[in-house]
């Protein structure tokens, strides 16, 4: 009896909170969305690539849409590496550099971790509660 209480009352208390999470109508999600045209390419340093190089990963992520992210194996070579890895079209720009992330250091044949080198955001981006 008293663990059918306890279950019953942690559904009626979890059910609550959800209940009570501020939600948000179309209208207003849609208020808080970045125009589908125009983006940005963010350019990081990732030691010892080259320059050079991160600009050709930001030529190709160019051509993807928004959110999008590549990661790459620092400890290896940049051409060769099966580790490098672009993926667009994402609602978060932190859902894009964790997918990536992902893929890279599972492909990764040692050394330290996989870094993000591009970023691709909508113009005018700022960080939002929601982004999609």
């Known amino acids: 009896m008293q663990s059918t209480f306890i279950t019953l009352t942690l559904a009626l208390t ?3 909170g959800a209940a009570s ?10 208020d808080t969305l970045f125009p589908p045209e125009g983006i940005v390419v963010e ?5 010892p690539l ?3 190089e991160i600009k050709l990963i930001g030529q190709i992520a160019a051509e993807q849409s928004y959110y999008a992210a590549a990661a790459v194996a620092p400890s290896e070579e940049l051409l060769k590496s099966e580790a490098t890895f672009l993926a667009g079209n994402y609602h978060s720009l932190e859902a894009a550099e964790t997918a990536v992330l992902a893929v890279c250091n599972a492909k990764r044949k040692g050394g330290v971790p996989c870094q993000i080198a591009v970023t691709v955001k909508p113009k005018g981006w700022t960080q ?3 982004q999609l």
């Open 43 to 47: 350019l990081r340093s990732v030691p």
């Open 14 to 16: 979890l059910g609550l």
């Open 21 to 30: 999470a501020q939600t948000l109508t179309g209208a207003q999600a849609k």
């Open 128 to 130: 939002r509660g929601f």
């Open 50 to 52: 080259k320059s050079e």
